[in-house]
């Protein structure tokens, strides 16, 4: 089991895919940042040198305008927040009731169940009655433990990964209730980032929401897009500094949210095999995919599973990856993330 040292050093860490023609250098830095999903956004984008700097303001306002649209439609349709969204329409239908799918909610149910698939149900996405009986959905409960709200209901363990997508339908099966917030950001990231780099003017651009990230190109000087953090949720001594190149990173770990009761920690991340906050060894999973959606959801697939099986896992498909351990001074890489440093 490859390991390594978690000291106060920084691990520098590069991908093994990194372009050898030489870098692209010139243009000029357009900023932006904001707030949606509850967390913050931003765009860090590289204006191509020939373009003319004093329509720079412009161009920003036209992708952020463009931007902001689009996760407003994803907001619209996937949060469970709004009683009015697709999400929450479909969660209120009766067993074996249909929803037809609009985009791109109809993409983002079917890379969730692509990973469902592929995680044989550690990333399951239909687990928002237990989300909410947990007190991690949107009405928020301090310490539902103590309450006993978190074991208000008997959880019934989902027995396949099927679940009644089928020609832009999908079928409310018994039992299953869509939650999509371990997915739906990831995909925002994606989308952003596409759609700036489509702009004709574009050179590069390193697009963040909420701690998620993902770039195509370089830095203006030629470098490129590095990324500082830490998975135990140390932001101010971040353990790795990461060069994208085209590549997302996705972090999940009982850190973004939890509830505490007594002495015990309880993680927003779920056992789907339980419907209770998961008793894992892992505090922590980063994953580096070119796809940000994919990392979003198998890093909490990861956590799910545990080290032993997540390595194997991860190992097995050349998914760089970064496993925190509980309690313990090391990190565990994957071999595809040994590569990187």
């Given at each position: 089991?490859?390991?390594l040292?978690?000291d ?5 860490l590069?991908p093994?895919?990194v372009?050898?023609?030489?870098p692209q250098i010139?243009?000029?830095?357009v900023?932006h940042?904001?707030e949606?999903?509850g967390t913050?956004w ?11 700097p004093?329509?720079?303001h412009a ?7 463009a931007?902001?649209q689009?996760?407003?439609l994803?907001?619209a349709q996937?949060s469970l927040?709004q009683d009015g969204?697709?999400i929450s329409q479909f969660n209120?239908?009766?067993?074996g009731?249909?929803l037809?799918?609009?985009?791109p ?10 990973v ?5 149900g ?10 909410e ?10 310490d ?6 978190a074991?208000?209901r ?8 099927a679940?009644?997508l089928s020609?832009?339908?999908?079928k ?5 209730s869509?939650?999509?917030?371990g ?6 990231v994606?989308?952003l980032c596409n759609?700036v780099r489509?702009h004709p ?5 390193l697009?963040e929401?909420g ?6 190109g ?5 470098m490129p897009?590095?990324i500082?953090?830490a998975?135990d949720g140390d932001?101010l ?6 060069a994208?190149y ?8 009982e850190?973004e ?5 007594g002495?015990?920690i309880?993680?927003?991340?779920l ?5 209770r ?8 999973a ?6 940000c ?13 545990g ?12 998914i760089p990856?970064?496993?925190t351990?509980r309690?313990q001074p090391?990190?565990?890489l994957?071999?595809?993330?040994q590569g990187?440093f």
């Amino acid at each position: 089991m490859a390991q390594l040292a978690s000291d106060h050093d920084t691990t520098l860490l590069i991908p093994p895919d990194v372009p050898q023609e030489a870098p692209q250098i010139g243009g000029r830095e357009v900023l932006h940042s904001g707030e949606v999903f509850g967390t913050t956004w931003s765009l860090r984008m590289v204006r191509k040198s020939s373009t003319n700097p004093a329509n720079d303001h412009a161009y920003r306002a036209q992708l952020v305008e463009a931007c902001s649209q689009a996760l407003a439609l994803i907001d619209a349709q996937m949060s469970l927040w709004q009683d009015g969204s697709d999400i929450s329409q479909f969660n209120r239908l009766a067993a074996g009731e249909k929803l037809a799918l609009p985009e791109p909610f109809a993409t983002v149910i079917a890379k969730a169940l692509d990973v469902c698939k592929e995680t044989d149900g550690a990333f399951y996405p239909g687990l928002y009655e237990a989300v909410e009986q947990w007190g991690f959905g949107a009405r928020d409960q301090a310490d539902p433990v103590a309450t006993g709200l978190a074991f208000s209901r008997e959880w019934v363990a989902p027995s396949t990964v099927a679940t009644g997508l089928s020609g832009g339908l999908l079928k409310r099966c018994p039992g299953f209730s869509l939650d999509l917030n371990g997915i739906a950001k990831g995909y925002a990231v994606d989308l952003l980032c596409n759609m700036v780099r489509a702009h004709p003017d574009t050179a590069a651009c390193l697009v963040e929401i909420g701690g998620e990230l993902k770039s195509f190109g370089t830095r203006a000087d030629g470098m490129p897009f590095w990324i500082g953090f830490a998975p135990d949720g140390d932001d101010l001594s971040p353990t790795y500094r990461a060069a994208l190149y085209g590549w997302a990173c996705a972090t999940s770990g009982e850190t973004e949210r939890f509830h505490t009761s007594g002495d015990t920690i309880y993680s927003h991340i779920l056992d789907p095999q339980t419907g209770r906050s998961v008793q894992s060894d892992l505090t922590a999973a980063t994953v580096f995919d070119k796809e940000c959606a994919r990392a979003d959801a198998l890093a909490t697939a990861l956590i799910v599973m545990g080290s032993d099986k997540a390595l194997a896992f991860a190992n097995a498909r050349s998914i760089p990856c970064i496993l925190t351990q509980r309690a313990q001074p090391t990190d565990i890489l994957s071999n595809a993330m040994q590569g990187w440093f």
